[in-house]
């Protein structure tokens, strides 16, 4: 079956929040997506699979040549089948048509080779404060 994927697809809660369960080995909550996005998103990328949300990226950005992606999540059956390479790639396509110049990422040592070797990020020097 084909993947569809939408930029900035219309999903409704309960599917983006058992997606992210599934991805992230969390539990089930009850986000409000849909309000938190369109707050402080420059867009997000639904992967569909016959209807059904099978991966998703959030690009947040700072308004201006900054975009950043988060949550880069594909579910568990979906996996290791270039669905989590697409959905960044046309997240890279929305981003640069809003005309942002950096694409930026942070991501656990784990999936260094996805968002290096499967998606074309260049490390760079970065700092994090926990808080």
């Not at 539990?27 to 990328?45: D, I, K, M, Y």
């Not at 988060?70 to 981003?95: F, N, Y």
Request: glycine fraction near 10%; charge should be negative.
């Amino acid at each position: 079956m084909a993947i569809k994927y939408e930029w900035r697809g219309d999903f409704d809660n309960a599917s983006l929040d058992a997606l992210h369960a599934d991805g992230f080995g969390s539990p089930v909550t009850q986000t409000g997506w849909r309000a938190r996005l369109e707050r402080h998103s420059l867009g997000w990328v639904c992967a569909w699979e016959a209807g059904s949300l099978i991966g998703f990226v959030n690009v947040a950005w700072d308004g201006g040549a900054h975009a950043f992606i988060l949550d880069t999540v594909v579910a568990g059956p979906h996996r290791s089948r270039g669905v989590g390479a697409s959905l960044v790639a046309a997240a890279a396509k929305e981003a640069r048509s809003a005309k942002c110049e950096w694409l930026h990422v942070d991501f656990e040592e784990h999936l260094r080779s996805f968002y290096f070797d499967a998606c074309g990020f260049r490390e760079t020097s970065a700092g994090l404060i926990a808080l």
